[in-house]
């Protein structure tokens, strides 16, 4: 039996290089950077230079980059130190981000009593930023706009450039779940005024467990974590030095390949979509998923012609086939809840219909592809059989 992996924006294989870098670093760096012995300081060099070639690809300050355990403690360590420090009243987002934002902002709002406002989504999902200039303009309360790059679970993309350019000229801080974007796409926050972003390295061939947040300079954010000062005193804990320089490798990696394996990747979304809808026409996509100027071109969610039963049985018996994909985001893969995203763009009959997201990197094949297509469409008729 083949083993296929199209769950890749739930996490990535590990890239060799990135491996071979964390292990030697484990054999052979051992000290802890807090000290000030040889030992130490040589881990404390290793990490400045990760900070400061992290920084690069994102032409960012080394002082601007922070080590995190990865995407959720960054977004939770920003938007708390938001409210409780910064005294943001008011919280601007939509319905549709990770629960990383969404749970950490409700929570913020029962604790501070903050205002939350939900920007309308366009037919596709995608937040409107006209609804979102609207919104700046209608109190004069502190305020901070969280909306992620690309949607975790049908891969739309917003304009950042554009919502980052209508926060600043609205003197709102701008912050973005950016997830699914850091290590895929080019970014350059002098060109792009966000104020913070996250990132994690097992969504771009590294390790799980470690992350970094973006900060702007003199942002004024506090610590989440406290007892020491790791992390010029705003995350205290022994940095994992091991962890940190996977990272490095992983997004210089990914940055020194981006336009090679973008191509690549691309066009196996593309001869995905136009096999599929060959095999079975039937099928839907939902979101902008398979429009490449309004998505990202690592995922497409599809929703399939069955009964609503049908999600769970269609992904078990993928699995048996060695076929890895998923329903949506991986932190709730084990609840059998609607997705949140979709809830908020389908109509409770599409809803009703299994959607599955695939999600493809450079390690995967053509012929992946049309082992996993044929699959479909075997268990298509297997399953409209039964439905006569």
Not at 116 to 133: A, F, H, M, R, W
Not at 205 to 218: N, Q, V, W
Not at 343 to 354: H, I, Q, V
């Amino acid at each position: 039996m083949q083993k296929i992996y199209l769950d890749n924006a739930a996490s990535t294989r590990i890239d060799a290089r990135v491996l071979e870098r964390m292990t030697e670093v484990l054999s052979e760096l051992y000290g802890n950077p807090s000290s000030t012995h040889s030992f130490g300081r040589s881990s404390k060099t290793i990490i400045e230079q990760a900070r400061k070639n992290i920084a690069g690809c994102i032409n960012a300050l080394p002082s601007e980059i922070f080590f995190t355990s990865g995407g959720t403690e960054a977004d939770n360590m920003i938007l708390r130190s938001a409210v409780r420090d910064l005294k943001v009243e008011t919280i601007i987002t939509s319905k549709t981000e990770h629960h990383a934002v969404l749970h950490t902002i409700q929570q913020l709002e029962r604790e501070y009593d903050i205002t939350v406002k939900y920007i309308s989504l366009d037919n596709t999902g995608t937040p409107d930023i006209q609804d979102l200039e609207k919104k700046l303009a209608e109190n004069n309360t502190k305020k901070l706009v969280s909306l992620m790059h690309i949607n975790n679970e049908t891969g739309n993309i917003i304009d950042i450039d554009a919502f980052a350019a209508v926060c600043k000229s609205q003197e709102a801080l701008f912050h973005s779940d950016t997830v699914q974007s850091v290590g895929h796409f080019e970014w350059d926050v002098q060109k792009t005024k966000v104020d913070f972003i996250v990132a994690s390295a097992h969504k771009f061939h590294g390790p799980k467990g470690t992350g970094f947040a973006y900060i702007r300079k003199d942002s004024g954010l506090k610590p989440l974590i406290f007892g020491g000062e790791q992390e010029k005193g705003l995350r205290a804990g022994t940095e994992p030095l091991h962890n940190i320089v996977a990272l490095e490798e992983a997004l210089l990696v990914a940055s020194g390949n981006l336009e090679r394996d973008r191509k690549y990747v691309e066009e196996l979304k593309s001869y995905f979509i136009k096999n599929l809808k060959q095999a079975i026409p039937s099928v839907k996509f939902n979101g902008a998923c398979d429009d490449f100027f309004k998505s990202t071109y690592t995922m497409v969610n599809v929703r399939f012609p069955l009964a609503e039963d049908k999600t769970t049985m269609l992904l078990f018996q993928l699995d048996m086939k060695g076929i890895a994909c998923s329903r949506g985001s991986a932190c709730q893969s084990g609840s059998y809840t609607v997705s949140h995203v979709l809830a908020e763009l389908l109509s409770p009959e599409e809803l009703r219909k299994p959607s599955i997201r695939f999600s493809f990197s450079k390690y995967n094949t053509k012929e992946e592809l049309d082992y996993t297509v044929n699959a479909l469409k075997e268990l298509m008729k297997v399953e409209s059989h039964f439905q006569k």
